[in-house]
């Protein structure tokens, strides 16, 4: 087994006058994952003492196999924060995976998430025992590509001998329309933190 992965982002801050703060995050990633299987069996040794194929009187049976899978992802993210009590965040994302047909081998996902710190409006400032009080909301698109490695591809097997001849068929029929599986999901939450018991991330 071979496995391949790589990740790269760079990452921008930036305080624009006292009110507006900005992060900005963007990079890429890549797994490439080959597998290559191959099983022999025999029968019939001269006793306990010999364990390597060779010394089998009899060769039963032997299998092979071969799977390979590539991911490509592009991603990013917006967040803005206004006055440090408003918050703001947009992400995206394209990927791109080989087990897909031609048609659909790229899907893009995308998300945004907004936050807002009421404890620090000046109704709640006076409020010594309320630490930090938050409420946040997000809505986002999700892939899945958890499936077979070659299940958009034509598949052969090269078992079909024929005559003496060696043969092949065909196993499977390409689809070139197979698609990633997208998901929405939406959350809603509130924070809280009360006598020094501890700051929620903003």
């Known amino acids: 087994m ?25 990079g890429m990633s890549y797994t490439s994952r ?21 010394n089998a009187a009899s060769k039963t049976g032997a299998s092979s ?12 993210r917006i967040g803005y924060v ?4 408003y918050l703001l965040n947009l992400t995206g994302r394209i990927d791109g995976s080989s087990r897909f047909g031609t048609n659909h081998r790229y899907g893009s996902f995308f998300g945004i998430s907004a936050g807002w710190i009421i ?18 909301a997000g809505y986002a698109g999700n892939g899945n590509d958890r499936i077979g490695d070659f299940s958009a591809k034509g ?13 092949q068929h065909p196993t499977q029929l390409a689809n070139p329309d197979l698609k990633w599986e ?21």
């Open 82 to 85: 206004y006055n440090s009590k």
């Open 155 to 167: 598949l052969y097997a090269g078992n079909a001998p024929y005559g003496g001849q060696a043969g």
């Open 119 to 136: 404890s620090d409006e000046y109704f709640l400032k006076d409020l010594k025992w309320l630490n930090i009080l938050k409420i946040k």
């Open 65 to 76: 196999s071969s799977t390979s899978s590539t991911l490509l992802s592009y991603f990013s």
């Open 182 to 202: 997208t998901t929405y999901g939406s959350d809603i939450g509130l924070e809280a933190s009360i006598f020094g018991t501890g700051f929620p991330l903003r």
């Open 34 to 54: 080959q597998y290559d299987y191959s099983s022999a069996a025999g029968q019939q040794f001269p006793s306990d003492a010999y364990q390597k194929l060779i």
């Open 2 to 26: 071979l496995n391949i992965t790589t990740n790269n982002y760079f990452n921008y801050k930036q305080t624009i006058s006292t009110k507006h703060d900005l992060d900005v995050l963007a």
